[in-house]
């Protein structure tokens, strides 16, 4: 059975940071691994996908990694400003084509 | 539309009701999906749906939980008999294409449905 773990549960950090926020999976039979973002009360909203073929994803200030044999991914944020703050998920879609979880690291950028 | 909707937003009804949720999702989506998402239980899957059927309806937590799209559109998930284990936030997502063609898109979630059970 997939389990997926993110660490740590929750970070703090003040503004203009670097920080990397870890997701780890025990099986690695998947078609990709994606990074969410939660706001209080919304949904959530995808910020990187990685296939599995591929090894690393950029977008703006984000850039995550994949280790599909160690079963290791991480979302590096660079200079890190108050509107990062929110939950970070990481999900994993497995061979049932199902988006299966991590609990979530919640950020918080202080001014 | 521009994005998944669901509806409603809030939904606060007493134990032992039936409710039904409702989610839109974006426009030529052939993949639909069903996420609960609970205080201490993290997300969890409950339905996937490519066209009308439902290949994997494994996550249902019990018979009480139903769920139907129509026209390849449109979704609504059932709860019969609600219990207070029920309160959590639904979530519906949507993506262009199902199965392992899907392997590169990423799924849009709507902002859920919190159900509140008294």
């Known amino acids: 059975k997939q389990e997926v773990t993110q660490i740590p549960a929750a970070l703090s950090v003040p503004e203009g940071e670097n920080l990397v926020l870890n997701c780890s999976f025990t099986d690695s039979a998947i078609y990709n691994l994606q990074w969410f973002r939660q706001d209080p009360g919304k949904g959530l909203t995808s910020l990187l996908l990685i296939q599995s073929s591929q090894r690393e994803q950029t977008s703006g200030r984000l850039n995550a990694s994949l280790d599909k044999s160690s079963g290791r991914s991480t979302l590096y944020i660079a200079a890190s400003q108050p509107g990062d703050s929110a939950t970070y998920l990481c999900?994993?879609?497995?061979?049932?084509?199902?988006?299966?979880f991590g609990s979530g690291t919640r950020l918080l950028v202080r001014p | 539309g521009a994005g998944v909707s669901q509806s409603p937003s809030n939904k606060v009804t007493e134990k032992g009701k039936d409710v039904e949720l409702r989610c839109d999702p974006i426009?030529?989506?052939?993949?639909l999906y069903w996420y609960r998402q609970s205080l201490g239980q993290g997300l969890e899957f409950l339905i996937y749906?490519?066209?009308?059927?439902?290949?994997?309806k494994s996550g249902l937590p019990s018979d009480r939980f139903s769920a139907e799209r129509t026209g390849g559109s449109v979704s609504t998930l059932t709860i019969q008999r609600t219990q207070q284990e029920d309160s959590a936030v639904y979530l519906c997502?949507?993506?262009?294409?199902?199965?392992?063609?899907?392997?590169?898109?990423?799924?849009?979630f709507g902002d859920g449905t919190r159900l509140s059970i008294l």
């Open positions: 426009s030529g989506h052939t993949a």
């Open positions: 999900a994993v879609l497995n061979s049932s084509y199902k988006l299966i």
């Open positions: 749906f490519q066209g009308n059927s439902a290949p994997d």
């Open positions: 997502a949507s993506s262009p294409i199902p199965g392992q063609q899907n392997s590169n898109q990423p799924q849009h």
